[in-house]
């Protein structure tokens, strides 16, 4: 299994909503990242989880909030985002959180805030 | 502070015809360099990496990438382009910063793809 898996593919919350983006995978990898990307713009990075510990804050705000609960799973917990939050979030992962290290990324999560 | 440049937001070629794609990069030592390709709606998925080494590196789907320090350079090529390949590139750097190690992308290359 060489995949990562995101769900939902695509979601709608309002302002007020509290909702969560989920990741998975099954290849041992012992890194796992967020990623955000806006329209036409390369992806941008939001947290590295590395053996679990959250290693890398990208000065992300504190309405979203990471979570990895196990080595195979991520998550995202999104509570009063603004509209200028609507992006793709990509979910990536990597054997060891080396920068030599090959990326798996999943198709993502297409976010629409009202 | 390093950086990744990709001059040329988009790019057409027709089917059959050779591809570069331009990358440069700005660090102050060898970077780690890599080419992901995005289809639309996807996620990425990685073409090719140069850590050291052979300076031509061959990736999947049949690209290259050559490595030229003096130019501080990592151009991506294909000698003939199929209608699948019209994607979205991007460049990357993976490099240390503040104690951590992390991978930040070029803007990307559109390219499309014409019969």
């Known amino acids: 299994d060489t995949e990562v898996t995101q769900t939902p593919k695509h979601l709608v919350m309002g302002m007020t909503n509290k909702k969560s983006l989920k990741c998975e995978q099954h290849?041992?990898?012992?890194?796992m990242y967020w990623y955000k990307q806006k329209a036409k713009k390369p992806p941008e990075l939001m947290f590295v989880?590395?053996?679990?510990?959250?290693?890398i804050n990208e000065s992300v705000p504190s309405r979203f909030s990471p979570e990895c609960p196990n080595s195979s799973l991520l998550n995202l917990h999104l509570h009063a985002l603004q509209p200028e939050d609507s992006a793709l979030y990509l979910c990536?992962?990597?054997?060891?959180?080396?920068?030599?290290?090959?990326?798996?990324f999943g198709s993502g999560t297409q976010l629409s805030v009202l | 502070a390093q950086s990744v440049t990709q001059p040329d937001i988009h790019i057409t070629v027709s089917e059959g015809a050779s591809l570069e794609l331009r990358c440069n990069y700005s660090?102050?030592?060898?970077?780690?360099l890599f080419w992901y390709v995005q289809s639309p709606g996807q996620g990425l998925q990685l073409l090719l990496k140069?850590?050291?080494?052979?300076?031509l590196v061959q990736g999947i789907k049949g690209f290259e990438a050559e490595f030229k320090r003096s130019q501080s350079s990592f151009n991506l090529r294909k000698p003939s382009v199929h209608w699948s390949d019209a994607a979205e590139y991007f460049c990357?750097?993976?490099?240390?910063?503040?104690?951590?190690?992390?991978?930040?992308f070029g803007i990307g290359t559109k390219l499309q793809v014409i019969p």
């Open positions: 140069y850590f050291s080494g052979d300076t």
């Open positions: 290849m041992g990898h012992r890194a």
């Open positions: 989880y590395s053996y679990e510990k959250l290693s």
């Open positions: 990536a992962s990597s054997q060891e959180d080396r920068a030599d290290e090959k990326l798996f």
């Open positions: 990357a750097v993976g490099f240390f910063s503040g104690g951590y190690q992390k991978v930040t």
């Open positions: 660090y102050g030592a060898t970077p780690y």
